[in-house]
Nanobody
Framework: QVQLVESGGGLVQAGGSLRLSCAAS????????MGWFRQAPGKEREFVVA????????YYADSVKGRFTISRDNVKNTLYLQMNSLKPEDSAVYYC?????????????????WGQGTRVTVSS
């Protein structure tokens, strides 16, 4: 079974930076697009950013464009999210997700495999 494990969350001041990682089990060729989602208390989970299988394309939510950068290492089967210029409204539990390489869809959806989440808190 596919496993995704996030790490790197924590508490930072507004304007600071964090780098999240997501380690995926299995073969590198098994994974298609990968993405990051986040969910704040009392709110629905929302799309943040996703990256294509080869890493050549990415799609960012307007709220994070210019501040966050997604990348992936297909040899290590690891997804990253570099978060800069963090704002209090970025506070949430961040989840990584993926789907099989052969599955259809867009960078936004669908995703079938999810991690457990890592918490990011940005203080003002």
């Amino acid at each position: 079974q596919v496993q995704l494990v996030e790490s790197g969350g924590g508490l930072v001041q507004a304007g600071g930076s964090l780098r999240l990682s997501c380690a995926a089990s299995g073969r590198a060729s098994s994974y298609g697009p990968m993405g990051w989602f986040r969910q704040a208390p009392g709110k629905e989970r929302e799309f943040v950013v996703a990256i294509s299988r080869g890493g050549g394309s990415a799609y960012y939510a307007d709220s994070v464009k210019g501040r966050f950068t997604i990348s992936r290492d297909n040899v290590k089967n690891t997804l990253y999210l570099q978060m800069n210029s963090l704002k209090p409204e970025d506070s949430a539990v961040y989840y990584c997700a993926t789907r099989d390489a052969g599955a259809g869809g867009t960078l936004e959806a669908p995703y079938h495999y999810w991690g457990q989440g890592t918490r990011v808190t940005v203080s003002s």
